[in-house]
């Protein structure tokens, strides 16, 4: 049986034709779905050759095929144009069942797809539109926010089947009467005896003086993230006399962010270390910081956060999303405030036996997102989804999908 997912994802390519990505889609995440379909065809957005030097992962394998979208724009994803609705219209026809991930337009525009088609079709629930458009960026899109939200929440009322990333958040936000399902799309993996050994070590050090570092995993393309707050509060900590270095992992363009930096007076502090391979790349960076910040607009439940706290870092984060169902309230601020965020980072850095207790706390918290469980629930959502497509009947002549990995 063949799945569609359908997201908004952004996509590269290299001379070959094999397709990369630099965010959450890379090839080991299919294997979920191939683990109860014969295979997986993708939509997503093309946005161009690979960048040179660039550390993204791999998303193709076998199995998979991608209809990559490319030149398109933002609006015309957003008014749904017929061009779009046509290249979707026969990738739906021609797959069993789909996973449309939201919120996305492109996702929209396929669970609408599959209702008309009486196609099975779920959603993974990954994120809040409204915090998404607000923190955009452009007038446009704070414009848009009403209605991306009126849109995510009647997609989410006609859904028969979702998942959701967080336990309770999303949920209250965009509930559904259909068949619900929380689990995280987060992969973490235990750590070593050796591993554990080496944050103790950290520990130790910092206890003894060493200054704790603080860290952001993040894409530099966007500012919902909340990278510029976490450099004006790292600022603020320096005209007190606390000086600490601030590591950025994730890929674009790092000229704004250093001239942000230097308004701040703080680029000598902060440093730019580019892409890691998704997996032991990230979980290897992520054992170097002591502090992991995640001054956030806009999240679900971010991935980052809980990959850091299953290493031993200790976690500071906004209030927005499902950040509140990871960190304590003493660890927590506004969305935005700068001294919020910089008192929580004082009391850590200043403060070592509260930074120890914070970081067993929260190792002893990611547990609860240890692969195994996680992969069940998983397993489940789409074991129902497969159950629906077998006893829906298939066309008689099932019409073949656009473009299979050739642009």
Known sequence: ???LFVHDHRFYRDESGAVYTSGSLPAEIWERYLAHFDSVHVIGRDVGPVPALANYALSSRPGVTFDLLSNVTYRQMVVGSKALRDRIRPNVAGCDAAVVRLPSELGFMAAAECRKAGRPYAVEMVGCAWDAMRNHGSWSALFYAPLMYLRSRKALRQAPRTLYVTSQWLQRRYPTPGNAHAASDVEIAPMSEQERQSRETRLQQIAAGRPPELGTVASLRIRSKGIQTALAALGALRREGLELRYRILGGGDVTPWIALAEGHGVADLVSFDGIRPA???????????DIHL????????PRATVEAMSRGAAGIGSTCGGIPELLPPERLHQPGDVAGLARRIRELATKPGMLAEASARDLEVSSAFQPERLAAIRSQFLADLRAAAE??????????PGITGKR
């Open 391 to 400: 006893l829906t009947p298939s066309p008689v002549a099932r019409v073949q």
């Open 279 to 289: 997996g032991d790349g990230v979980r290897h960076w992520l054992d170097t910081i």
């Open 294 to 301: 995640q001054p956030s607009f806009q999240e679900g439940l």
């Open 1 to 3: 049986m063949r799945l």
